[in-house]
C-alpha cells in the first residue's frame, strides 16, 4: 500500500433541504468511529458551509465548498469566490464536477482558471475528471481525462499538486448505481498517473492522491480501497447516508 493518505469526500450536492437535516448527518459523522488514518471531508451547498462547519466536533473532518468561480470579486450575480471560502475558514473546494461541466457547461479551460484561481487563495482542490458513456464505448476514456487534466497543468507549477487531490469520477458511474469495476478503476488511475509523470514529474505523480467517485457505498468501498493507485473516494448518494462511515472506514 502507498504512502499517500486516504482520502474520502462525501459531495452533498444540492442535499439536503434544510440546515437542521445537514446539522443531523454531521452529528452521525461526530458521534462516529472514524478510521483516524483517513482525511474526511465533507462538502454541503454553500448556505450551509458555516452552519456545517460550526456543528463538525470531529477535528479529523473539514470541510469543502462545492464550486468557486476565478474572479476574486466584481459583478458576477450568484458566484462565490475562493477567497470568500478561505476566509470562512472553508479549506477545499470541489472543482470541475461533471454536473458543473455538463449542466453549467464548464470547460477544461474554466475549471483550470478556477483551480488556479482556488491555490491562490489558498484553498485546496479537489479536482474531479472523467469520461462519458460513450467517449469510454469510443475508447476514449484517457484521452478525455488528460484534455482535462492538462488545461490544470497549464495553470499550475508542480508545487502546486501538494494541494490538489484528483477525483476521477466516470460520468456514467455518478449517480446511476453503476460502479466502474475495480479493474476499470484502477486501471485509469494508473493512466492518471502515468501522465502526471510525463507531465509534471514523477513525484508528483507518485505522491498526488487518485480518488475515484460513482456509486461508491458501504458494499463495493473495500474492494476498491484494496488496489493500489485507488487513494480514497469522493461519495455522492451514500455521503447522505449512515453508510458514509463505513466507506470512511473502508480500509480498516
Ligand atoms: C459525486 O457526485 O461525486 C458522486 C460520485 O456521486 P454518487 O456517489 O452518487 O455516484
Known amino acids: ?24 448527518l454531521v452529528e452521525v459523522l461526530n458521534k462516529a468511529e472514524l478510521d483516524p488514518n483517513t482525511e474526511v471531508v465533507i462538502s454541503p451547498p454553500s448556505l450551509y458551509l458555516i452552519p456545517v462547519r460550526d456543528a463538525v466536533s470531529n477535528k479529523q473532518i473539514t470541510i469543502s465548498a462545492q464550486n ?24 477545499y473546494v470541489i472543482l470541475g464536477h461533471s454536473e458543473r461541466r455538463t449542466i453549467f457547461h464548464e470547460t477544461n479551460e474554466v475549471v483550470a482558471l478556477k483551480t ?15 469520461e462519458t458513456l460513450v467517449q469510454r464505448e469510443g475508447g476514449e476514456t484517457t484521452k478525455v481525462c488528460e484534455g482535462q487534466l492538462s488545461a490544470v497543468v497549464k495553470q499550475t507549477k508542480p508545487e502546486d499538486w501538494s494541494n ?4 476521477y469520477e466516470p460520468v456514467w458511474a455518478i449517480g446511476t ?21 510525463t507531465a509534471v514529474s ?51
Open 177 to 197: 448505481g453503476k460502479v466502474a469495476t475495480t479493474a476499470q478503476a484502477q486501471e485509469t488511475h494508473v493512466d492518471v498517473r502515468a501522465y502526471l509523470s
Open 164 to 167: 490538489i487531490v484528483i477525483a
Open 68 to 91: 468557486a468561480y476565478y474572479k476574486e470579486n466584481g459583478a458576477f450575480t450568484g458566484e462565490i469566490s475562493s477567497s470568500q471560502i478561505k476566509e470562512a475558514g472553508i479549506p
Open 202 to 252: 514523477t513525484t508528483v505523480a507518485s505522491e498526488t492522491r487518485v480518488i475515484y467517485g460513482g456509486s461508491v457505498n458501504s458494499g463495493n468501498a473495500k474492494d476498491l480501497a484494496g488496489q493500489q493507485d485507488i487513494d480514497g473516494f469522493l461519495v455522492g448518494g451514500a455521503s447522505l447516508k449512515p453508510e458514509f462511515v463505513d466507506i470512511i472506514n473502508a480500509r480498516k
Open 1 to 24: 500500500m502507498s504512502t499517500r493518505q486516504f482520502f474520502v469526500g462525501g459531495n452533498w450536492k444540492l442535499n439536503p433541504t434544510s440546515v437542521g437535516k445537514a446539522k443531523e
Open 116 to 130: 488556479r484561481a482556488a491555490l491562490d487563495a489558498g484553498l485546496k482542490v479537489i479536482l474531479c475528471i472523467g
